[in-house]
């Protein structure tokens, strides 16, 4: 089992930029796919960015491709969402989400992800 702690949210202006954290507990990260999802107020959860155990396969979501990053260090157990170029649309909870696997993949899907962190405030004025 492993624990996700997020951090780094915050109140930016439009065109600012911002990186989340999170941290996971225990010491087999490595064996983990990583993901970054988003809540926005009244909406559903989605799917913003992915990356797979070994970092060197990601995936982004069409609407922050070219603006956000997805990264990695498994020497310190955590993972990172670079957010630069921030519009208000970005507003949002943000959470890091885990799963095990042997694959190097990334995952996209919601359900496939079995750990998740408390999410981070993201909220970006106009």
């Known amino acids: 089992q492993v624990r996700l702690v997020e951090s780094g949210g915050g109140l930016v202006h439009t065109g600012a930029s911002l990186r989340l954290s999170c941290a996971a507990s225990g010491r087999t990260f490595s064996t983990y796919a990583m993901g970054w999802f988003r809540q926005a107020p009244g909406k559903e959860r989605e799917f913003v960015a992915a990356i797979g155990r070994t970092g060197l396969s990601t995936y982004y979501v069409d609407s922050v491709k070219g603006r956000f990053t997805i990264s990695r260090d498994n020497a310190k157990n955590t993972v990172y969402l670079q957010m630069n170029s921030l519009k208000p649309e970005d507003t949002a909870d943000y959470y890091c989400?885990?799963?095990?696997?042997?694959?190097?993949?990334?995952?996209?899907?919601?359900?496939?992800?079995?750990?998740w962190g408390q999410g981070t405030q993201v909220t970006v004025s106009s």
């Open positions: 989400a885990a799963k095990p696997t042997s694959s190097a993949f990334y995952f996209t899907s919601i359900s496939t992800y079995d750990y």
